[in-house]
């Protein structure tokens, strides 16, 4: 769905918002992109708090309708594609799996593609994102995607120049090749300033259920901030485009970035409630004399709670 555009504001470029670089927070310093001091807008004063009450009351409410949403999409035989980037530790993985908490597994799926094989390598590369896509119904949430090769592949050097110019000429086509084919596409980038991501990276170091997220990939980027600063703004001019706009999502706050995700996911595909009638148990099966086997006969796990 394209953004509405506001009466009398000049039409934007083909090459997408950014032909100026466009700094996540704290990323880049101001005076590097324009001598004259920025004033702060209202979007960049503090906000307040978002209890934990207040967070799970919102996200209740939400979960009812992402199941509205999702038996329209399966009703209505929709195909959805969800693209979730951004930073390492920027809280992609943390808003996916709240989307798909609710959802049912059989017609919605993560697509989170570990790195490529040594066949995968000398395949087309859109290839082995192409067999994941959604058929009638479903709905696919891309943790990572295609853009890998605009952000690490480039960063890291794991591409050659020569990939990642064609990768900037051939995305857009691809992207408006799934939309003429009836993919509804969204792509979400998630914006985290150096010193958030810093404190989860050492929240991560602490936390033994966290270590693995993170990564010598992870611990090499955050050492690169700038060189994926430059690469994200180069993605966005060439791949932010009417037809699969980016939409960015200010992270800092977990909370508030999970609810105003979905929030905004709902609102890209108009849906009504197909909430059945209630449903109306029939009563069990009259007992015809069966015996059970001695519970003695089947073994149980240990029960030490």
């Given at each position: 769905?394209?953004?509405?555009?506001?009466?009398?504001?000049?039409?934007?470029?083909?090459?997408?918002?950014?032909?100026?670089?466009?700094?996540?927070?704290?990323?880049?310093?101001?005076?590097?992109?324009?001598?004259?001091?920025?004033?702060?807008?209202?979007?960049?004063?503090?906000?307040?708090?978002?209890?934990?009450?207040?967070?799970?009351?919102?996200?209740?409410?939400?979960?009812?309708?992402?199941?509205?949403?999702?038996?329209?999409?399966?009703?209505?035989?929709?195909?959805?594609?969800?693209?979730?980037?951004?930073?390492?530790?920027?809280?992609?993985?943390?808003?996916?799996?709240?989307?798909?908490e609710?959802?049912?597994?059989?017609?919605?799926?993560?697509?989170?593609?570990?790195?490529?094989?040594?066949?995968?390598?000398?395949?087309?590369?859109?290839?082995?994102?192409?067999?994941?896509?959604?058929?009638?119904?479903?709905?696919?949430?891309?943790?990572?995607?295609?853009?890998?090769?605009a952000?690490?592949?480039?960063?890291?050097?794991?591409?050659?120049?020569?990939?990642?110019?064609?990768?900037?000429?051939?995305?857009?086509?691809f992207?408006?090749?799934?939309?003429?084919?009836?993919?509804?596409?969204?792509?979400?980038?998630?914006?985290?300033?150096?010193?958030?991501?810093?404190?989860?990276?050492?929240d991560?170091?602490s936390?033994?259920?966290?270590?693995?997220?993170?990564?010598?990939?992870d611990?090499?980027?955050?050492?690169?901030?700038?060189?994926?600063?430059?690469?994200?703004?180069?993605?966005?001019?060439?791949?932010?485009f009417?037809?699969?706009?980016?939409?960015?999502?200010?992270?800092?706050?977990?909370?508030?970035?999970?609810?105003?995700?979905?929030?905004?996911?709902?609102?890209?595909?108009?849906?009504?409630?197909?909430?059945?009638?209630?449903?109306?148990?029939?009563?069990?099966?009259?007992?015809?004399?069966?015996?059970?086997?001695?519970?003695?006969?089947?073994?149980?796990?240990?029960?030490?709670?």
């Amino acid at each position: 769905m394209a953004k509405s555009k506001p009466q009398g504001e000049k039409s934007r470029p083909t090459v997408g918002r950014n032909r100026r670089p466009e700094r996540d927070a704290l990323d880049i310093p101001a005076a590097a992109l324009d001598a004259r001091p920025a004033t702060p807008g209202p979007e960049a004063r503090p906000t307040p708090g978002l209890s934990t009450k207040q967070y799970e009351a919102e996200l209740r409410r939400l979960d009812v309708e992402l199941v509205k949403w999702e038996e329209w999409i399966k009703a209505r035989g929709l195909k959805v594609v969800v693209i979730f980037e951004g930073r390492d530790a920027a809280g992609k993985g943390g808003a996916i799996k709240r989307i798909m908490e609710p959802l049912n597994p059989r017609f919605a799926r993560v697509a989170a593609l570990p790195a490529p094989t040594e066949r995968e390598r000398t395949q087309w590369y859109f290839q082995r994102y192409v067999v994941h896509l959604p058929a009638a119904g479903e709905i696919v949430l891309f943790d990572r995607s295609w853009y890998n090769r605009a952000g690490v592949e480039r960063v890291m050097g794991f591409c050659t120049e020569d990939e990642y110019q064609e990768f900037l000429r051939s995305c857009p086509e691809f992207e408006r090749m799934l939309v003429r084919s009836g993919i509804i596409l969204i792509k979400y980038w998630f914006s985290v300033s150096d010193a958030e991501q810093e404190r989860r990276f050492q929240d991560r170091l602490s936390d033994p259920t966290k270590r693995w997220k993170l990564s010598p990939m992870d611990v090499e980027s955050r050492a690169r901030w700038l060189d994926y600063s430059k690469a994200k703004d180069e993605m966005f001019a060439h791949t932010d485009f009417k037809q699969a706009p980016w939409w960015v999502v200010r992270s800092d706050d977990k909370k508030r970035a999970r609810l105003n995700v979905i929030t905004h996911l709902l609102s890209q595909i108009p849906y009504e409630d197909l909430t059945p009638e209630p449903i109306v148990l029939p009563p069990r099966q009259k007992d015809t004399g069966y015996v059970r086997p001695p519970m003695s006969d089947q073994t149980f796990i240990p029960e030490p709670f």
